[in-house]
């Protein structure tokens, strides 16, 4: 198991915006973490990726609690654009490999010309769907075994999402883990492993997508609309 | 591919890539996408696509040859004792549903051949 997250509390203006999450992620899995806005997705993420500290609870990252030395090994994707408005399609990748030890600057260069991206371009003239390729392909770049991608979907077209999930599920493998947080079903529900359901900072369910399937004949956007 | 989310995904996938070697769009002997390949095409996550390669080998439709990756069967007879039985297996499912409606065979042909007359 990569990451265990027990109790994992966070109060906020004494309203809890996460409360008492218990979540296994383990390697070679994704996972949808999926709720509407203000459930406390971003928060738990941010707790995970060491930007905000619990009121209350514990992770475990490999077992051991976690500690900053585990950040080397997390690759967290804010919704929030994260380079520089200068800075060119290819400053980013610079910017990023003088900034992880785990980047693969090969790959990275490698998905930006297969997604067409030009390399000389800013980032500040870039178009949504391109800037949020950007996002995700610097975010993938890393070797990282653990994967935390806010909201990767959102605010974008057809293509570029289809084009964001084949690099997604390109990049999953047995050496990595990837939580996807997201509130549009149908896009992750083919390829997602687990699906967790979260609600007022709550988790509500977490379920295997294929046994459920086989088990209960209900696909996991059922299981949302039921829940919320 | 449009799925039934409703019913396993892996299941659906088997279906379709069964179909495409009936048709022969997946001839006899073909070398197979990689697994990586298949969950992109498919959009299924890897270890989905992992688990249809060794459902389709236990089922003698698929091989794999170590280092080289996965390969369609290179026996006709496989390929048509699968065809067979995904007819056998719509016309079951044909039959009872006309018989569940109160038609007999008789009524059944004449619905068929109607049908393909478009007189339907």
Known sequence: ??????????????????????????????YGLLGPNGSGKTTWMKMVAG??????GMLLFEGEPWNYKNKAKIAYMSTEPFFYEFMTVKDVGEYYNDFFEDFDLVKFKKLIKENHLDEEEKAKHLSSGMNAKLKIIATLSRKAELFLLDEPLNGIDIKAREEIVNMIIESSSDENAI??????????ESFMDEA?????????RQV???????????????????IM | MKYNNEMPIYLQVIRDLKKKMITGQLP??????????????????PNTAARIYKELELEGLCYTKRGLGTFVTGEEVQVETLKEEMARELLIHFMNEMRDIGFQKKEILTKIEDYEEGLE
Do not use: C, W
């Not at chain 1, 939580?179 to 992750?188: A, G, K, N, Q, Y």
């Not at chain 2, 070398?31 to 390949?37: A, D, F, Q």
């Open chain 1, 51 to 56: 930007l905000t500290k619990p009121t209350k």
């Open chain 1, 179 to 188: 939580v996807i947080s997201t509130h549009l079903l149908d896009e992750i």
């Open chain 1, 208 to 226: 295997k997508a294929e046994e459920t399937r086989m088990e209960e004949q209900v696909s996991m956007k059922d299981i949302y609309m039921q």
């Open chain 2, 28 to 45: 006899l002997g073909a070398k197979m996408p990689s697994n990586r390949e298949l969950a992109v095409v498919y959009k299924v996550n």
């Open chain 1, 196 to 204: 967790i359901f979260v609600k007022e900072g709550k988790i509500i």
């Open chain 1, 1 to 30: 198991m990569i990451l265990e997250s027990i109790g994992l509390t966070k109060i906020f203006r004494m309203k809890p915006a996460v409360l008492d999450f218990n979540v296994k992620i383990e390697k070679g899995r994704i």
